[in-house]
């Protein structure tokens, strides 16, 4: 055979051989059906506006999970401390909602699966189901497909182009609250500010690791997603996204130089955004200048520390802040008594007043060994370095909500638990091959606890 002969019959075997992985790489049936919830996810509440009797997100979770667990070439979990605090602090709500006698109160029942197990499951499932590079950049393609659709929808809310909102009941004032702002399927625009902060940082992420049409999809939602945050007229949202920006930018040190670009940048897509909207001005003026929301955390934190101080071992019972807390609020010298039906504007607070000191440490603790922890685990790969950091984005993104709001939305926190399941992976499954050798990583990531 001659040498050019030879040449063409190796590319096509190279050729063959990369149509067989490809085809070997399809993704199972859990991958779909979990990429499916985190999609229903979206209308976590809102199910019945969809003309559905339920929400899919719960069920399409658990079936997803339910195939992993009986699927024997999946991974295992190792054991660790993670998960058995986790189990504990599920055990501690349940019984904090059932001895107060919450069980016959389905709304407490959700609430509870939605704020504790579900993002428990979410950090498990995430370092078990994504356990190919393959796998990952699928599901930072369904983040920036959802990122692309937050963005239009945040503008179509917004400059009332109602051709660039879908659901058209996001437009409904009588539905959720917040009407003005952008709130997308959420009916409440916190969350979209946190999810489209998040797919930000998730498309800057596959714009690194991919090239071609995805590529620049991922610039465009990156675009979009500042879009959103800044619609969201949410100044949680805002200053969690700017954080993180900074965090990153600070702690990755190949972006330390870019961060004063990245800022300037940031400072002129805001310039355009006002151009473009003029009345968009005097919106973010008046959620700057809004004092009523600070009225509302300073009232109800200061209710649960009195709670924290009369109750502190057992709190008042799980989901029962509001209905208690009326005994517990004073009216200050130095601000308006302003609302006493909503809850604590802090979830350490609030986990604290309704389960306890013992709630709040496991659920803290949770979250310290749990995402937190992931974010420091030794990356192998620079794929999996890029999980680290999308992780460590998403905790800072978390937090402002979280000491400053209830934050009790599904999707955002779900996601700040897969992203970081995903990226302790080293740490939190048993490879298959982990009889026969050890990963150098894994043993480094071990050695660090």
Known sequence: MSVQ????????????????????????????????????????????????????DRPLFLLAALLVVLDPSIERLRPRAVFA??????????????????????????????????????????????????????????????????????????????????????????????????????????????????????????????????????????????????????RTAWIGTLAAVVVVG???????????????????????????????????????????????RALTNAAAGRIIETYPLEGVGWGRFVAVSPEFVRQADTYPLTNTGIEVHNVFLARAAETGLIGAALWGLAMLLGPIRSVMTPASTAEMQGWRVLA??????????????PNNYPLPNNLVWLIGGIAGRALLVRPAWASRTRPPELDAAEGAL
């Open 85 to 234: 605090v986790m189990g504990a602090c599920v055990a501690w709500s349940l019984w904090s909602w059932i001895s107060t006698g919450g069980v016959r109160e389905t709304v407490k029942a959700f609430a509870l699966a939605d704020r504790v197990v579900v993002p428990f499951l979410m950090f498990a499932l995430g370092a078990l189901i994504f356990s190919t590079p393959a796998r990952r950049t699928l599901l930072l393609k369904v983040l920036v497909v959802l990122g692309v659709y937050l963005g239009i929808t945040a503008i179509g809310e917004i400059s009332g182009t109602t051709a660039l909102v879908w659901p058209h009941w996001i437009l409904d004032p009588g539905l959720g609250i917040q009407f003005g702002r952008a709130r997308g399927p959420f009916l409440y625009s916190e969350p979209m500010g946190m999810t489209g902060g998040l797919c930000l940082f998730a498309a800057g992420l596959l714009a690194f690791q991919s090239g071609g049409w995805w590529r620049r999809a991922a610039v465009v939602c990156v675009v979009l997603s500042l879009v959103t945050v800044v619609l969201s007229l949410t």
């Open 392 to 405: 460590l984005a998403g905790i800072v993104i978390w937090l402002f909500p979280t000491m400053l709001s």
């Open 5 to 56: 002969g030879a040449e063409v019959a190796k590319r096509r075997t190279r050729g063959s051989d990369r149509r067989i992985r490809r085809r070997g790489e399809g993704h199972p049936a859990f991958v779909w059906l979990f990429l499916a919830g985190l999609i229903a996810n979206l209308f976590a509440g809102n199910a019945y506006l969809l003309g559905l009797p339920l929400g899919l």
């Open 250 to 296: 600070l702690a990755v040190p190949r972006m330390r130089r870019w961060l004063p670009a990245v800022l300037a940048g940031l400072a002129a897509l805001l310039v355009l955004l006002l151009l473009a909207a003029p009345s968009l001005t005097a919106l973010l003026t008046e959620r700057l200048t809004t004092e009523r929301s600070v009225y509302d």
